[in-house]
């Protein structure tokens, strides 16, 4: 590999140990210094890679998608159109790939590279969001941002009572709340955009950790003056050929229809609503019964009818209300907080379902 001529003419003259000895230890520590040189090498190289894109450039990406416009994203990190373009123009150099799809005037959507990238790049913001709330927290205080949301019919009842309670008892902490479907939480949620969500225990993946807060159980309510309003509860059967105003908002609809499919019955569903307060009203005006959990404090529509409740006799009619958070994600003694103070604020009667 290397001729004698590289390390001087001695280099093949063995009648003197001493200078064999020496060629030898000369050879090595010029070996050494190779390796040396090609080590360093190698850390620049991965230096490099390591710095190839930053947080804000992630940032940037996942934000465009969700908002699906550049403009859009620009408003709401509060930066200008320019700025977010250049970075990303610099992730898509640094990666190889094209990742935004610019549409004109019709904004833009992610390319399949991007699809791909997406879901690791957003679990690396959680994380860093998540180091850099551990990092402003003392080993005594907790401050920070929480950002919270609910099922939408479930928001009036909780959320108010859990944002009072805990924002008392930590006064450094901002809460950010919103609500929505289940569905839309969770892929919040699974996407790094919030901390902790207010659902229904119905078809929640094993991988989310739970807190229990409540059950709520399903009531029949009837408009007042109906002939089953008399009775102290009322059955599946005694329903299902009356006219439903049915909660059309996942899991509120498979919750409730396979309560009859369950007991082999099919619903005659006159109409149905994605919100609870127009399933009451029309319920006060004599359309039809409907099936609930949530439960308003008193029995009266935004019209000002009465109306009638009565359980349901038919048995696992139950539905458990828990706190939901990435079991995948280190928790925060800022979301650990929360979750131990809002089982306390059921239990003692504070939040009434």
């Known amino acids: ?125 959680a994380d860093a969001a998540g180091l850099q709330r551990q990092a402003m927290s003392t080993s005594t205080a907790i401050v920070g941002d929480l950002r919270l949301v609910s099922f939408s019919t479930l928001a009036p009842i909780f959320l108010p009572a859990l944002v009072q309670a805990f924002s008392q008892n930590y006064p450094n902490v901002r809460i950010r709340i919103w609500e929505g479907t289940q569905s839309y939480l969770l892929r919040q949620l699974y996407a790094g955009q919030i901390d902790l969500a207010l659902l229904y225990d119905v078809a929640l993946a094993e991988n989310l950790r739970r807190v229990a807060l409540a059950a709520g159980a399903a009531y029949v309510l009837l408009p ?33 229809l396979g309560l009859f499919d369950a007991a082999g019955l099919t619903p005659q569903i006159a109409f149905t609503s994605p919100s609870l307060e127009l399933v009451r009203g029309m319920v006060g005006q ?23 409740v009565r359980p349901l006799s038919d048995a696992n009619t139950d539905s458990s209300i828990v706190l939901v958070s990435r079991a995948d994600l280190q928790q925060t003694r800022l979301v650990a907080g929360f979750e131990s103070l809002a089982p306390s604020l059921t239990s003692a009667g504070k939040i009434l379902i």
């Open 286 to 308: 004599g359309l039809g019964y409907s099936i609930l959990v949530t439960r308003p404090q008193g029995d009266l529509t935004y019209d000002g009818k009465h109306l009638e």
């Open 224 to 256: 007042a003056g109906h002939p089953l309003s008399k009775q102290t509860a009322v059955s599946l059967a005694e329903l299902v050929d009356e006219p439903m105003i049915l909660l059309n908002v996942p899991p509120s609809r498979q919750f409730f």
């Open 1 to 125: 590999m290397f001729s004698g001529a590289a390390f001087g003419s001695d280099v093949t003259d063995t009648s003197n140990p001493h200078r064999c000895y020496q060629v030898r230890d000369n050879l090595t520590a010029r070996m050494n210094g190779v390796k040396f040189i090609v080590y360093f090498y190698e850390i620049v190289f991965y230096y490099r890679l390591m710095f190839l894109f930053t947080l804000r450039q992630l940032e940037y990406l996942a934000t465009c998608v969700d908002c699906g416009s550049i403009a859009k994203a620009a408003e709401k990190l509060n930066v200008s159109q320019p700025t977010i373009s250049v970075a990303i123009q610099k992730l898509e150099d640094q990666f190889g790939l094209q990742l935004l799809l610019r549409h004109h005037s019709h904004g833009v959507t992610a390319t399949a590279g991007a699809d791909h990238i997406l879901p690791a790049a957003r679990k690396l913001l």
